[in-house]
């Protein structure tokens, strides 16, 4: 039998300390993200999201919203299966904001190799005000963010071990973070830069 090798009490800490944080934030984001009603620019989404077709909403999200339509069609996915209301709407963009957290903290614990540091990471951005906002809103963002960190991460991880499968993934990412907001193709041009 081979011997039972009994947890590091700083591994365990470090794991419920993470837990913790990512059910606070978890916690935040869902905690009533329903209400209150649809504002103005959520509406916009509901009109986009309303169309008929699939070519529509692409159609609206691109020459009314002046966006890409991949949020928009994420967002028709939702509220083709459940229904349209705010919490339908919003409810991709909690998806993301939750996801946002895990990325957080394996990227900091990539960029500063800590985990106290990768902890205290995870934890502002669980109780970041305007992180909860952006994952209870019928709007781009939270996808946007969540794409963003991701793509930064598999950035390093191109850099680190310079491999098909991870330039793959960080191109479609990266790819994909540009398509689900036009606004954040700026940060193609910092790992340019980086890698330069």
Known sequence: MCPVI??????????????????????????NFWLPNLWLDEYGTWWVVSASTWTEVAERAINVQGQSP??????????????????????????????TL??????????FRDENVALVSVAVF???EQLI??????RPYALALFLTLLSFLL??????????CNSLLYALT?????????????????????AA
């Open 6 to 31: 009994p947890d590091k009490p700083g591994n365990t800490r470090a794991a419920w300390a993470l837990l913790a944080c990512l059910c606070v934030g978890t916690f935040l984001r869902i905690h």
């Open 70 to 99: 991949f949020y928009f069609l994420i967002v028709k996915f939702f509220t083709r299966l459940f229904g349209e209301g705010s919490f339908q709407l919003r409810l991709p963009s909690v998806i993301f904001g939750i996801l």
């Open 102 to 111: 895990f990325v957080a903290f394996r990227l900091a614990l990539q960029i």
């Open 126 to 128: 669980s109780i970041t």
């Open 133 to 138: 906002w952006f994952s209870q809103n019928a």
């Open 155 to 164: 950035f390093l991880h191109f850099l680190q071990f310079r491999r098909m």
């Open 174 to 194: 990266t790819a994909m973070l540009i398509y689900a907001h036009f606004l954040f193709g700026f940060v193609l041009l910092f790992h340019i830069v980086f």
